[in-house]
């Protein structure tokens, strides 16, 4: 399967702390991509980081993708109550026209 | 103005039946797609169409039939509906392997 994986499955931490989400993945990839997911909703595109980069910024989230050991790890800091929500690691698959999703991670900002 | 939308947003039918889901996307995206998003939140492509064109099927049964009348739609017929084809129904679109954007979702119910 091309099926990636994620982990932790869940996470539940206090608000103002710093949450990390990983992804692993077995092809070769064009990007990848992390998605949100509020409950009950669509999924939010994040961040794409391309193949031949290593790390991005956008706002308070860092992603970094090592392609040698086909993983990507997504870093939100300072987190809030709103950014409770599950969160989707996606592989643009090389030769193939389609987004291939990880499990998710379920994130919960307490209070 | 909704750049991936699609109806309905809830289907509950009795099995044997033979429904449709219809999305439209406004953003000029060639590649259009339909993911199933299991009851443990796991998210398959099921087909991806390039300019009208089928490119992807992800050995999903023949009971289901994506149909792109432009490349602006990518509508989906699923015929005597089964309990296991309960689950959410996501379309997105993307151009240039970029970022997706998918729609709300279609909550199918089959009883």
């Known amino acids: 399967s091309q099926q990636g994986e994620e982990d932790p499955q869940a996470l539940s931490i206090q608000e103002g702390e710093n949450a990390t989400m990983n992804c692993s993945y077995k092809?070769?990839?064009?990007?990848l991509q992390w998605y949100r997911q509020n409950s009950g909703r669509g999924l939010v595109h994040l961040i794409l980081?391309?193949?031949?980069?290593r790390e991005k910024h956008s706002g308070r989230l860092r992603v970094t993708l090592d392609t040698s050991k086909k993983s990507s790890s997504l870093l939100i800091t300072a987190s809030r109550a709103a950014d409770t929500a599950s969160y989707f690691c996606?592989?643009?698959?090389?030769?193939?026209?389609?987004?291939?999703f990880g499990q998710g991670t379920r994130l919960t900002i307490n209070p | 103005d909704t750049a991936v939308s699609q109806t309905p947003k809830y289907l509950v039918t009795q099995m044997g039946n033979d429904k449709s889901i219809k999305c439209e996307q406004n953003?000029?995206?060639?590649?259009m797609y339909w993911y199933k998003q299991d009851s443990k939140k796991f998210l398959k492509i099921m087909f991806s169409?390039?300019?009208?064109?089928?490119?992807i099927n992800e050995t999903v049964p023949n009971r289901f039939s994506p149909k792109s009348p432009d490349k602006a739609h990518l509508n989906l017929h699923i015929n005597s509906l089964e309990l296991g084809d309960s689950a959410v129904y996501f379309c997105?679109?993307?151009?240039?392997?970029?970022?997706?954007?998918f729609g709300q979702g279609t909550r199918l119910t089959v009883v």
């Open positions: 997105a679109s993307s151009q240039d392997r970029a970022e997706a954007f």
């Open positions: 092809t070769s990839i064009n990007n």
């Open positions: 953003l000029g995206h060639d590649t």
């Open positions: 996606a592989t643009d698959v090389q030769g193939a026209q389609k987004l291939v």
């Open positions: 980081i391309r193949s031949n980069e």
């Open positions: 169409y390039n300019n009208k064109e089928l490119i």
